[in-house]
């Protein structure tokens, strides 16, 4: 039965990224957290300077959202999303108006977070 749930609930998992590191404006931010979609979309819990921001980066569309932190809880080596898709605002819009100046590569994502220091998240 717990297996069945856990099939059923896929989509909602997100896998810790244990050898993720994180780097805050060329600083490493070794409280920082990083999980993956099944579908390879990253969940980035930014740990710097006195805050803790959830960011999403939707690698397949290119695009940064701020996750919305109660639509997610963080166990050992897992984050589960109340929601599938996750509750999130886009980057660059009218509510939040930060060009996350987004770079997708292999093994390799950097954008500005909202207070306009670079995140580099490397794999």
């Known amino acids: ?8 609930t896929a989509d909602h998992w997100w896998k810790k990224l244990g050898q993720a590191q994180v780097a805050y404006n060329g600083q490493p931010s070794s409280n920082s957290r990083v999980y993956r979609s099944r579908e390879g979309d ?3 819990l930014l740990k ?7 960011y999403i980066i ?3 569309i290119q695009m940064v959202g701020k996750g919305d932190e109660p639509n997610f ?18 980057m660059n819009n009218a509510k939040v108006e930060v060009d996350p100046q987004l770079i997708v590569q292999q093994r390799l994502i950097e954008f500005n977070s909202l207070e306009q220091g670079r995140v580099r998240v490397t794999w």
Do not use: H
């Not at 039965?1 to 059923?8: G, H, P």
């Not at 710097?48 to 959830?54: D, M, V, W």
């Open 73 to 90: 809880v963080l166990l050992p080596g897992f984050a589960y999303s109340r929601n599938v898709p996750p509750f999130f605002v886009l």
């Open 1 to 8: 039965m717990f297996i069945e749930a856990l099939i059923l």
């Open 48 to 54: 710097a300077e006195g805050k803790e921001t959830l």
């Open 58 to 60: 939707f690698t397949g």
């Open 42 to 44: 990253l969940l980035v």
